[in-house]
């Protein structure tokens, strides 16, 4: 189950970043239209908020916990003893499991609301961003899986976190 996660992980991280890079163009090829040929794209603030920037923020959500590369603050961890190290890293990850999980579900009733709908943005161009609703159900919820499968090799003894050092390689 943890390789499985850590594959998709890794594929929806390759995916945001395919998509980083295609807004990177098209906001370019945008700007190149508008200054040197009066003639921006339609649609490109709609297509960059509603695909683009979604697919950035929420697919690469669980690479980043499989990385450990989330944020954080130790200002007393390193103080306290091996086992209350252990409490600390089961309940953060606890903690990290529900929030992630708590908001794939509040996220879900919207995106089947715009599912069913066809939500669309009106714009210079009329843009369907129904679609991108589920990109925050499916990132979260990997997060929330790959947070609990911590969880778990957490309480079986088998969890190793990576070091502060190479973690940031």
């Not at 091996?82 to 990850?93: D, E, G, H, M, S």
Request: charged share 10%; proline share 5%; hydrophobic share 55%.
């Amino acid at each position: 189950m943890t390789r499985l996660a850590n594959h998709i992980s890794y594929a929806l991280a390759v995916v945001a970043a395919l998509s980083l890079g295609l807004m990177m163009l098209h906001v370019t090829a945008d700007v190149i239209g508008k200054h040197f040929f009066n003639s921006p794209i339609p649609g490109t603030t709609e297509v960059v908020a509603s695909y683009y920037m979604v697919a950035v923020v929420f697919l690469p959500l669980a690479w980043v916990e499989v990385r450990e590369g989330s944020i954080v603050v130790e200002l007393l961890y390193g103080l306290f003893p091996l086992a209350a190290k252990k409490v600390l890293l089961a309940v953060a990850t606890t903690l990290s499991a529900f929030f992630y999980g708590g908001l794939a579900w509040l996220s879900w009733a919207p995106a089947l609301h715009a599912w069913k709908i066809g939500e669309v943005v009106e714009g210079a161009w009329r843009v369907v961003i129904w679609p991108t609703k589920f990109l925050l159900p499916l990132g979260l919820a990997l997060a929330c899986l790959v947070m609990t499968i911590r969880l778990i090799d957490i309480f079986r003894g088998s969890y190793q976190p990576i070091e502060t050092s190479q973690a940031e390689e």
